[in-house]
Every structure is written in structure tokens, then in C-alpha cells.
């Protein structure tokens, strides 16, 4: 009986040692630490991530909770917005219909939407399918990467309007992130496969993928217990945002999904690309052209950088490997996606805050996996650098704030500020005068209201009622009778940190809005 009981000992011991020394060996040791502590940094309520390797789901999992205040923790199957990484799956079905022989990458688009039309005829004659998918229209952002130009309207009206839409640059001279692009490829894929977008995708992509839960839309999440909230860092603070409908761009950005599933979409990227579990979904061909380099994207230093747009994936250098990456962003809701391909290597990590700490996660686990040595502290370098500049982009915001003219006031009563205002472009707004409050209201939508706050003479902060969307400036012009003929509208496409507010922005657009009443 001792000597048994010896063996017994001795054969766990060894299994022990066996294990501990797996363990060790396991690349992804000490990431559930690690995430903990960046989540804590950068006060994420909740988080999920999947690493794929080798055609493998080899880690997913979900960290904090879906909601602020609520105990639903998130797991890997939790669903979350994951913004412009649905650009690729629209990609991917342009893809499948070249496959199938019913388009080409370089068809003109009239030739599918006849009624198509931009502000040079020439340009309208011209762009093709690849243009819209690889940012070379010259067309710039509308309103803002957060989307929301008329989501009242369908997309068929918002691509009627593109027509009154200048161009930033020459057509094909560089490359300019346009997301309305995508909303007409949506478009394409509709009128060449007789089926909604969403419909083509779900049937050709998401079925045969096993992605049961994913979906297109926040009305998809109603009644579902596990899908995250939005949040925000506004004036100090974490806060839960409302969902809001982006269904008129859904190509560009309207997907929900888990890493679990969106775990699936990375393997058909990988090993074999174009197959999943032995079945062919897109040719290979055109699986390596959705990821071949197709518009230059400048960068800082050319001899150290190399940064280029495929279809719907950035395409980048690491560590002297090529990887395709994305990131999304829409209303307190942030993803990323990187696929090393040699490496047959992918991570996808979603959140439900704004922050670059997914960054940091996304570079520890690639370094993690290829056993570099001398890896970076990756947490601490986007920590520090958001830190700073918060406190640079704040200093800039107060310097607006002690521009302000003190003891000034309208040229004419607010009364007189009323009434319909209209851009063949952004459509119409309407300034409404109640109790000597005056408020705005964005193509007679209830959700796109702001109260205008009096600035500086005929300048007022307008401030979003859905804190989301944050402020913006605007300003009334005279006509030569001294009646109120303009108003001006500031957007800002590209706040300099959202996390500190929606000014300073170093891109901007004003749109004049002509009075009608």
C-alpha cells in the first residue's frame, strides 16, 4: 500500500510539473492581469477579446460589466457594436458577387445605380466599385466618424444629396476616409443581388459562419439580455449614452457582434482564407485581394512606416510583418481587429468606452504570441501619451473658453432668430423659440436637438441634448435689411479628443444654412 501510495504521489507530481510547465509555455499567461489593470487605468466598464491562432479559437473572453451600474457581466458572447469593422464584411460581399461573376472591382457604379450622382459629371461617370471601398473619391466625412447626418432618413435620400457634396480633393489623388462610400457599396450589392444588404450578408456570410447572434441594427438588440451599453467619458466622468440608429449607413458600421463569433470571421481570414471548416465561401484569390494594398495613406516617416487601405482593412508593418487591421468607433462603443497573416494570428477586442488601451492589449498579445524579448510596456506608452494629450487638447479648449467676449449680446432679439433654415446638402434645421429659450432641431428629428446657449454677439454654443454628441458652435449673419438671412453650423469631423469635448477639432466643416421663413 506504500509503495502505491508512492506511485500515486510520484505520477502527480509529474502531471503537476507537466502542467505548471505548459503553463509557462503558454504565450497568454497573465493576460487576464493584464487586462484587469489596463481596464482599471482607463475605467472601461466592460471588454471582451479572442485570439485566434492556427485556426483555433485559443483564448475568448469577456472582463467588467455590460452596463454601469448594473450586474450583467460581460463574456465572450456578449454583443457589441463593432462599428467600421463591418466595412470588411461589405468588402467581403462585394467579393462574393465578383466571385460569382455578377460585377467587377472596376465597374463604373452607374453602371448598377443609374440615378447615381456626384458634383462633377465627369467623377459620376468614372468612380467605380473599388473607389467607394478603398477611400480615393475625394469626398470628405459629412458630419463626423460618430454618423449622424440624417438618421431619419433612408439611404437612399442621403445618396441622393451626395450630389451637393464638394470634393476635399481630386478624384484618385489621395486617400480620404469617406464612410457614406460604403452606404452606396451597400447600395451596389442590392441592386446586383436582388437582396438587402443585410439579407445578402447574413445568408453568404454569417450563416455559413455559424455567426447565429450577430445582427445590423440596435433593433436587433431589443430584448436581448447580453449586448453591451454605450458609455462615454464626459466632463470628468464614465457615463451610459443611448444606442442610436445607424441603419442608413449600415454597411459602413451598424453590426453587433461577439468575438466570439466574430472570432469565426477572422479563421476565414487565415490558414486557409476564403474556407471555413473545409467549405469554400470566397474564392482565394479574392480573399487576398480584399487584403492586397490598393490607396497609399501618408505617413510620418516613409522609411520607417509603411501604411496603405485594402478593402475595408488597413494594412500596416509590425515587428517586419505584414498585418490588416481596423479599428471602429460609433458612439461610445470602440473595436479593433488585427490579423498577422503569417503568423495565421488574429485578435479582435471590443469595448464599451473610447480609449487606445485596446491598442496596447491588441500589440501585448502579438508580441505575447511571437515570443518577443524585448517587448514594449505597451499599456504604459498609450497611457502616458493619452494623458498628455488630454492636458494639451484641455489647455487648448480653455484657450477658446478666455476668448470669450464678456457683456455682449445678439444683434436682435431671439425671437427673431426663428424659423426654417435649409443647405441642398444637410437638408433643413429649425430654430424654435419657447420661453425665450431657443433650441435647434436637425432634419425634424426629436433625437437631434441642441439648445443654443448665447456665446459672444451672434454666436451661440449649441449643446446636444444626448450627451453623446456634445456641442458644437454656430452664428447668425445679417442680411443688408438687418433681418437674420444665415446660420452658420461648425461641425466638428474630428474632434481633437473626444474625452475633453467636441472642440478644439482640427477638421472641421461649416455649413450655411439659408434662411427659408
Known sequence: MIYKHSILLYVLALLSISALSNNLNDPLTGLDAYIETGMKDWQIPGLAIAVVKDDEIVYAKGFGVRKLDEPGPVNEHT?????????????????????????????PVITYLPDFQLSDPWVTREITVRDLLIHRSGL???????????????????????????????????????????????????????????????????????????????????????????????????????RRDFDNVGPAACINAS??????????HLECPGSFNGTELIDISTMRMLHRP???????????????????????????????????????????IVLVHEENLGVVIVTNLFNDFMYALANHVIDSSLGVTDEMDWHSKYLNEYQEKYE???????????????NTKPSLPVSALAGKYYDSLYGELTVT????????????????IADLEHWHYDTFRAIWRNPAQREKFVWFDLDRTGEAATLNVEFNLRPDLLQVGAYPSGFTRVVRFKREN
Open 79 to 107: 454583443l457589441f457594436g463593432i462599428a467600421s469593422l463591418t466595412k470588411a464584411f461589405t468588402t467581403a460581399a462585394i467579393g462574393i458577387l465578383v466571385d460569382d461573376g455578377k460585377l467587377h472591382w472596376d465597374d
Open 140 to 242: 470628405g466625412r459629412m458630419i463626423g466618424n460618430r454618423l449622424q447626418f440624417m438618421t431619419n432618413r433612408g439611404s437612399d435620400e442621403l445618396t441622393y444629396r451626395l450630389r451637393y457634396l464638394e470634393p476635399m480633393a481630386s478624384f484618385r489623388a489621395e486617400y480620404i476616409y469617406n464612410n457614406m462610400m460604403y452606404m452606396v457599396a451597400g447600395r451596389v450589392i442590392e441592386a446586383v443581388s436582388g437582396q438587402k444588404w443585410h439579407e445578402f450578408v447574413a445568408e453568404r456570410i454569417f450563416e455559413p459562419l455559424g455567426m447565429e447572434r450577430s445582427n445590423f441594427s440596435i433593433h436587433d438588440l431589443e430584448g436581448k439580455e447580453n449586448a453591451a451599453w454605450p458609455h462615454q467619458y464626459i466632463k470628468g466622468d464614465v457615463q451610459i449614452i443611448p
Open 259 to 268: 468575438v466570439y463569433e466574430v472570432a469565426r470571421w477572422i479563421r476565414l
Open 294 to 336: 490598393q490607396s497609399v495613406i501618408p505617413v510620418q516617416d516613409p522609411s520607417k512606416e509603411f501604411a496603405a487601405y485594402g478593402f475595408g482593412w488597413g494594412i500596416r508593418l509590425y515587428r517586419g510583418r505584414i498585418v490588416s487591421r481596423h479599428a471602429g468607433a460609433a458612439d461610445g462603443m470602440n473595436s479593433f
Open 392 to 406: 494639451e487638447v484641455r489647455k487648448k479648449r480653455d484657450d477658446i473658453h478666455n476668448a470669450r467676449a464678456d
Open 433 to 448: 423659440v419657447r420661453d425665450n429659450d431657443m433650441f435647434i432641431t436637425f432634419w425634424d428629428d426629436d433625437s437631434l
